[in-house]
């Protein structure tokens, strides 16, 4: 028998055990896949890891994997929007804040909660999101996901920036929308030089911006 017909047939006696699973155990078995993916994706880079790779990894039938995921590409977008989900999740009280922490004191938390967040056991997330980063310059539905997830996040240091404007430590002249992305590129660059450079951590990014901002005279005459 050929042996996409044994996958095949495979897949369909999982999917049928998958019915007696109960939600918290499709939810781990997902997640060890998931795990598994990660894995692969941070030694061989997303491309060169095979599906073979990420089912014996998982430690789980092809059959199990497939019923899960039905090819590489669906396990990346759902490894990369599990991450940014997950992350999303651990800002949010924050982020949310009706008294959001002061805009150092923020970013610091916001890199701590990464930091806190991406090392894993066996690899570390934020050299994976620079895969993603790459990867979402070929697949329109990952970037379309990637840049709803960040705009969001957008929206929501802009409200921090709001509130920060009424309790009087931002000028109220100032661009929510800007500094909403200045932070943000603050954010992505840490994930960046952490991941390639490394040597930074959540307090070096804090007292960094701490000297920036005690050097930078408030007005710049052109």
């Known amino acids: 028998m050929p042996l996409t017909v044994l996958v095949k047939n495979e897949r369909s006696f999982y999917e049928r055990d998958m019915a007696k699973l109960s939600e918290e155990q499709r939810l781990a078995r997902r997640q060890q896949i998931l795990n598994a993916g990660w894995r692969c994706f941070e030694r061989n880079g997303l491309h060169a890891t095979r599906m073979d790779d990420i089912i014996a990894e998982a430690e789980l039938s092809a059959g199990a994997v497939y019923s899960y ?5 669906d396990l990346i977008r ?12 651990r800002l949010r009280p924050m982020l949310e804040s ?15 909660a990464v930091e806190d967040y991406t090392k894993r056991d066996g690899f570390d997330l934020k050299r994976l999101a620079l895969l993603g980063w790459a990867e979402s310059q070929r697949d329109e539905t990952l970037k379309g996901i990637m840049h709803a997830f960040y705009t969001g996040f957008v929206a929501q240091l802009a409200g921090c920036v709001s509130r920060w404007k009424k309790a009087g430590l931002v000028t109220s002249s100032a661009n929510d929308d800007h ?16 991941a390639v450079v490394g040597g930074l951590d959540p307090k070096i990014l804090r007292e960094g911006v701490e000297g920036l901002m005690a050097s930078t005279p408030r007005r710049l005459k052109s």
């Open 98 to 112: 009706d008294e959001p922490p002061p805009p150092v004191i923020l970013l610091e938390g916001i890199a701590a």
């Open 78 to 89: 759902a490894a990369l929007t599990t991450s940014m989900t997950g992350l999303s999740e």
């Open 69 to 73: 995921f039905k090819n590489k590409d």
């Open 179 to 194: 500094i909403a992305r200045a932070l943000l590129a603050l954010v992505l660059g840490y994930v960046v030089q952490a």
